[in-house]
């Protein structure tokens, strides 16, 4: 017969039962993990995402996981609860937590207090799970990651800072090409040019994109306007118009360049369709790349 619970009162005979049963499933709370085997991963995102969402979740299913979209307006997250709290209270339920956000302060709050993993879906300083597919696309194309030139053309946002830090520690070259004023993180930059001196990389900041395409084996590039930053559109797109990729600027690097975005782009904006849809692009190859790489990742963190 079928039973409720509506009030306490319906356990009556078996309330003490329940506990025990209870305290035996913490008990066994790790005994059929394995790997990412039964993990869960809990995914907040204060912005819209379709790669790192969608390749996390699938990457966490296909290794025998499960993953929980968590919308912060949905939580009480949204309603002031801590994001201290959040993390404490998330520990005790799920695995490992991704988290997208507009303050990089609240990642770090939130790895701070959580007793479990977290990597960083985004934040407005550094966007960590994209470089990993980066670097395996150029890998997969180029066969190696020194002696290569990355030109990034574009605003020094969250891609233009963990881009230098991942050619930095792979041994790449990166040149950033941007506006005066819209240059990465000087922290940033210092951090990439120390590791770069042990890797053999160079990291060079210039204002002139032809300088910074020149001979380039990668050029890359990404919105002008990032998430977060709608109310500056109208100033930032006449600040950027001479920094699209276009097929004059591309005509300076390297006969066999690659061009790459980590995507949504905005055509006719940070460059231009023949661009996007020649046959140097390997946009969607970087975007499919997102999910085996999200799988290394969360293996690697959980195993
Ligand atoms: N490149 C990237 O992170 O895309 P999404 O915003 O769709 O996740
Ligand atoms: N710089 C962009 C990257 C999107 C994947 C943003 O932060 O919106």
Request: net charge negative.
């Amino acid at each position: 017969m079928k039973r409720d619970i509506i009030s306490v009162l319906d356990m009556e005979d078996d309330l003490a039962d329940i506990i025990d049963l209870s305290i035996k499933f913490k008990r066994q709370r790790y005994q059929d993990y394995e790997g990412t085997y039964n993990r869960v991963l809990g995914m907040i995102f204060e912005k819209p995402s379709t790669r790192t969402r969608i390749s996390l979740e699938t990457a966490m299913v296909q290794l025998g996981g499960h993953a929980i979209y968590l919308n912060p307006n949905d939580m009480q997250l949204g309603r002031g609860e801590t994001v201290a709290d959040t993390a404490r209270v998330l520990s005790g339920f799920v695995d490992v937590i991704s988290y997208r956000a507009f303050k990089h302060e609240n990642v770090l709050e939130l790895a701070k207090n959580a007793t479990i993993p977290v990597i960083n879906a985004l934040d407005d300083v550094e966007h960590p799970v994209q470089i990993v597919a980066d670097f395996m696309t150029i890998y997969e194309k180029k066969h190696r990651y020194s002696n290569l030139k990355m030109a990034y053309v574009g605003d020094g946002n969250n891609m233009a800072n963990s881009l230098m830090l991942g050619g930095a520690l792979l041994g790449t070259d990166v040149t950033i090409g941007c506006p005066r004023g819209y240059e990465p993180r000087k922290d940033i930059t210092e951090k990439a040019r120390a590791i770069s001196r042990d890797t053999g990389s160079k990291i060079e900041i210039v204002n002139n994109p032809g300088e910074a395409v020149q001979d380039a084996d990668i050029v890359y590039t990404d919105v002008w306007i990032s998430m977060g930053e709608e109310k500056l559109k109208e100033q930032k797109e006449k600040v950027f118009g001479s920094y699209q990729v276009n097929s004059a600027l591309v005509e300076k690097a390297s006969k066999d360049y690659i061009f790459m975005h980590c995507l949504p782009a905005h055509r006719g904006l940070e460059v231009t369709d023949d661009v996007i849809e020649s046959l140097h692009s390997v946009v969607f190859q970087e975007a499919e790349n997102r999910l085996h790489t999200a799988k290394g990742i969360l293996y690697t963190l959980l195993s």
